[in-house]
């Protein structure tokens, strides 16, 4: 599977690549030069922006609420795994089997919960992230319609190689975002 897509995402990369090299040339042999081209970094701009921050510290809480509910059924199941080994050999085969089968199902129902609540933090991460993703992206449009870019991109390690920490506008669309959500709670 991760072979798949790692080959996926390189072929991917390639046609990316493929494809900017006939924009520059193309753009070269138009106009004389290659336009003015930013870089941001979507992830570090969620993270360290306070709206961002803020829905880490929702997504904490959440996760340790499934976490503590998840320890609880845990430490009942070891519970039961001990006594089971501790007087299985003294329990009759009718017990024993019962507390097995109680083992089994303790066991299930742990199991569906792990997944139930990493099924829960995805998408409660993916409605947080979302909604800071999709106001980054307009203010990234404002930016780059403001100070003239030709082409923002996104500072992917698996897409993009290197980086002239010139052309980084991340500091700059996380300030605006942060003054943007200063402006609507203060309303």
């Known amino acids: 599977m991760n072979k798949i897509a790692l080959v996926g995402i390189l072929g991917v990369s390639l046609l990316i690549f493929a494809a900017s090299e006939v924009v520059a040339e193309e753009t070269v042999g ?7 081209i930013g870089i941001v970094d979507l992830s570090r701009a969620v993270n360290e922006s306070e709206q961002g921050k803020k829905a880490k510290a929702e997504l904490e809480v959440v996760v340790k609420k499934k976490q503590e509910a998840l320890d609880e059924k845990g430490k009942a199941l070891e519970k039961l795994k001990a006594e089971i080994e501790k007087q299985g050999s003294v329990m009759s085969a009718e017990a024993r089997k019962n ?16 997944t139930d609540s990493q099924t829960e933090v995805r998408k409660k991460e993916s409605e947080l992230t ?14 780059a319609n403001e ?8 500072n992917n390690p698996a897409l993009v190689a290197y980086v002239n920490k010139g052309i980084d506008i991340t500091d700059e669309v996380i300030k605006k975002l942060d003054e943007l959500r200063g402006k609507s709670v203060n309303k």
């Open 30 to 36: 138009k106009v004389g030069k290659v336009g003015k």
């Open 99 to 114: 507390k097995e089968d109680d083992l089994d199902r303790l066991t299930r129902e742990y199991q569906r919960g792990l």
């Open 130 to 143: 979302g909604n800071i993703v999709k106001e980054l992206r307009r203010i990234i449009n404002d930016v």
């Open 147 to 154: 100070e003239k870019y030709d082409l923002v991109l996104d």
